[in-house]
């Protein structure tokens, strides 16, 4: 860990040498390359606080690879060229903990706490307790190994006393150091127990992409970290935004004469130290009490808050904090007696399936849903549950009448972890997935490389409800009063029977319906009409293109001056805009290629939709907010979060997804989660409320 002076003299460096632009004078330079990589790791990945541009970092990279490529006696272990992976593994090698590890006894109310408390006195007879709390990450244990100040080894935690020796794979999670300087205490073997974790954010994206694909989304972040550390081509690991939070020392090899070192005696102390030598810890989150009834009111008051913290947590793990006393109260073959996990309230619940309903979407895709027993999971009622796809159906084995456990982790929707077999009575019925559309009776096909099976009949109603109602949401072209309820009831009654349709409604025809006065039909008339001038990225994500999300939307409505314009793209031309990968420039090429799409496009310019790109270049350059970046998040109150958003960006402001390092200003509403605590973190982002942000904007 470096001080901030020479933090400074790192980075300085490090701009020398980019100026200097002579390699061949760089080999004498090689150590203090690699410690500046070294440290822009730890800022960036360990403290969320970067210190080097990217291009710096790409650059010093490359760099040193060029070094080490013909110098390669020069290799060290701690170099960071040594996270890249050598290629795909053909298995994991078993290999045996230093130190077994155990579980920890679980208690789920603080009477569960205060008899281990009890418990913990009578071991203790007349010594003083101190607790450390902390939280439970609900990652994959992992085990890793320090010889000599550099990491030698990573396992996953197996049975406990062997697990899977899974070192590459260790090496591209960023936040683990390749080495630290555990020699300072006189430690030359030290071995240290973790979890490693995907962030929420960064989970909630790749559920996202899944479902996308028509894959069932993982049920939650664990199975996600676990099953990534498993994978046998490193490349990809490091791919998955994996990092990690070690917890615990399990053992460490005192050279003589350090037998008594005071950063050794206790649980915090060693977090400290750790925390210090650049290891990611729970430092940060943990607190130290001198009562079992603090420690009580410390879990129940982070029980509330749990969901606004970055990693999932399950709990929270109450340690005794002196070392020593530890090692006094021993352990069982199962579990220390001197800790214990306070587990909260489940988010798993079973019920039974009653039946699968199959709905069409608005791309034609059919997707079974299980109607369930209504379930209590994470404070909300859960009655609809999807199955995906019928590959997830055969492969669970999930049945009509079974008896099943659902999941609900964070932000992530409701998921069949399995039907419970054993509950089986012989009436349980099989799941025939329709050969043909539900709605339409045409027969369905299921594209090759997908997983979903699918109508393509473009007049299927099923889908042309599920395209006006796209079309007309509150993120697309925002048409108040026309919402799903009145879409399918005109739809029904022959009042509307596609997008253009919203367009020429009948309104005297419409005057005659139940509910629907004067004022009702005005409202909506007004919505309609307002609805011609919104913004092209509006346009675009209301259309309905497949993988075409708001964020893409922008990015396609920037690149044009009309929309059509687009009829002349290439897949090629596309994947050079930001975001756009191979799947959204394919579908996008897709699109702009089928004669009707063209029609209905000339027909909404007809009737005075604009296809033009409305924010003009010269009104965003030099603006108020050119050069910034805004966030916003929670509940809005005093404006949409549309129209704000809207005049960040014509004032030369940037809309970002998610806090980072980049972020200028988040606007915070009501309830405004992890977003706004990471913020806090970060540290250099201003953080408004709503009307500190219309001073902003009128100032």
Known sequence: MYSSEEAIQLINTAKSLLETGNQENLKPEISTIREILNFADLKYYVQDDPVLADQEYDYLFS?????????????????????????????????????????????????????????????????????????????????????????????TRGDGIQGEEITPNIKQIRSIPLSANISKENIETLELRGEVVIPKSVFKKYNESRVLEGLPPLANPRNAASGTLRMLDPREVGKRGLTAILYHLSYHNNLPNTEDAEVLKSHYSVLKWLDSCGFPTPLRDMKQCETIEEVIDFCLAYEQKRDMLPFEIDGMVVKVDSIPLQEKMGMTTHHPRWAMAYKFKARQATGKLLRVEFQVGR???????????????????????????????????VRIGDSVLVERAGDVIPYIVKPLIDLRNGTEQIIEFPTVCPVCNEKLVKPEGEAAWRCVNVNCPAQTVEHIMHFASKNAMDIRKLGEANIRRFYELGLLKNI?????????????????????????????????????????????????????????????HNLKDFKNWTEEQLCTLEDVGPKVASSVVQFFKIPENIHLLDELEAIGIKLEHNIREQETEGGKFSGCTFLFTGTLSEFKRSDAEAQVEKNGGTILNGVSSKLNYLIVGKDAGSKLEKAKKLGNVKILNEAEFLNLMES
């Open 500 to 560: 253009i349709g919203i367009y020429n409604l009948d309104f005297e025809k419409i005057s005659a319906l139940n509910k629907f006065g004067a004022k009702s039909i005005e409202n909506l008339k007004e919505a309609i009409e307002k609805s011609k001038n919104q913004s092209l990225n509006r346009l675009i994500f209301g259309l309905g293109i497949r993988y075409v999300g708001e964020t893409t939307a922008k990015t396609l409505a920037n690149a044009v």
């Open 63 to 155: 760099l040193l690879k060029k070094i080490e490529l013909e110098n390669p006696e020069l290799i060290t272990a701690d170099s960071p060229t040594q996270r890249i992976a050598r290629g795909i593994s053909e298995r994991f090698p078993a290999v045996s903990h230093l130190v077994p590890m155990l579980s920890l006894e679980n208690s789920y109310n603080a009477l569960d706490l205060i008899e281990w408390d009890r418990k913990c006195r009578v071991l203790a007879k007349d010594e003083k307790i101190v607790y450390t709390v902390e939280p439970k990450y609900d990652g994959a244990g992992i085990s890793l190994i320090f010889e000599k100040n550099h990491l030698e080894r990573g396992a």
């Open 363 to 397: 791309t034609g895709s059919i997707t079974p849903v299980a109607k369930i027993e209504p379930l209590a999971i994470g404070g909300v009622m859960v009655s609809s549950v999807s199955l995906f796809n019928e590959d997830v159906i055969r492969e669970k084995d």
